[in-house]
């Protein structure tokens, strides 16, 4: 996989990309086991379809606005506002205006190949 | 505890305090059984003294200028710049200008009494 794998106590930049939004592509900023952070560029118009992360998630507005489709309801999400989505809530973004936003999701804590090394670890505390 | 608990779905606030800083605290802004996510409040000349947490976390700065003390170095972190910690990276915090940076830990999933039980568990798959 070529996602980027930032190094603890990496600065990494999240400015709103302005006037480069309509060039620009969605990307990950950091992926661990457990933790993932991506920004998410929508284009007014665009949307993000309807889904659903196993864990938890928190969606933050960097610029622009966009929908929030979730639990039923449409909410818009502008600039400085986040919201907070439990394991499995299905969703959607759709962007009123050019918008970006950055996901971060927490993973389940091991993937199912992963339990029994984490369980050797454990085992010799 | 009197820790907010954010319901899923519910859009939260964190645009820049400005000029409501000087009188704001630090506070929780959702807490989970595996996330936790806080806006620090950090006036000029103040610091968050070096400190360590079990789980990954990230810092992201709102506003000002804050010194991030870790892995032996320092880094000014200023407004739209973030930090990945990996587990139990120990740093320091120093405002250089009135700041207030968000911070979001992954607890390790289970607390320290529950490690035993969660040793066990894995054990026995």
Excluded: W
Excluded at 29 to 41: D, N, Y
């Amino acid at each position: 996989m070529s996602l980027p794998h930032v190094s603890s106590g990496e600065i990494v930049d999240i400015r709103p990309l302005d006037q480069r939004l309509k060039d620009a592509f969605s990307n990950a900023l950091l992926r661990t086991e457990r933790l993932e952070v991506m920004r998410l560029v929508l284009p007014a118009g665009k949307s993000f379809p309807e889904h659903h992360v196993d864990g938890e998630s928190t969606i933050q507005c960097i610029e622009g606005v966009v929908e929030l489709h979730a639990h039923g309801s449409i909410k818009p999400m502008r600039a400085n506002q986040m919201v907070y989505l439990g394991p499995g809530v299905r969703h959607a973004l759709v962007a009123q205006q050019d918008a970006s936003v950055l996901v971060t999701i927490l993973r389940n804590q091991q993937l199912p190949h992963e339990a029994d090394d984490s369980a050797e670890g454990l085992g010799t505390v």
